[in-house]
């Protein structure tokens, strides 16, 4: 059974950091595409970033410059390294895995979902 399992979310103030992570098992393996969601109170869930099989990296122009996804080595646990936060960035985060080779933006192309975590970004 394919499960992802969500940490690290929690309040911060403006201008602080925090990193997320997600541990994922059972089928999830290499041939996977990764992301970050988030659902801001009362808005549409929305892609944050996405790492493709391959490693390669993107990320929603709201976030470029402050926001780092990564994979560790065995890659069992997906990373959002996330800086310079911003009362914008309050959102429930969710780590998604889908079976592409080029990672969607779609939200409905991901088929594994985390249960989410909350981050809050206030003064």
């Known amino acids: 059974q394919v499960q992802l399992a969500e940490s690290g979310g929690g309040s911060v103030q403006p201008g602080g950091s925090l990193t997320l992570s997600c541990e994922y098992s059972?089928?999830?393996?290499?041939?996977?595409?990764m992301a970050w969601f988030r659902q801001p109170p009362g808005k549409e869930r929305e892609r944050v970033a996405t790492?493709?099989?391959?490693?390669?990296?993107n990320y929603a122009d709201s976030v470029k410059g402050r926001f780092t996804i990564s994979k560790d080595s065995p890659k069992t646990t997906l990373y959002l390294q996330m800086n310079s936060l911003k009362p914008a960035d309050t959102a429930m985060f969710y780590c998604a895995a889908g079976r592409w080779f080029n990672c969607p933006e779609e939200l409905d192309k991901y088929n594994l979902w985390g249960q989410g975590n909350q981050v809050t970004v206030s003064s």
């Open positions: 790492i493709d099989p391959r490693g390669n990296t």
């Open positions: 059972g089928d999830i393996y290499s041939g996977f595409c």
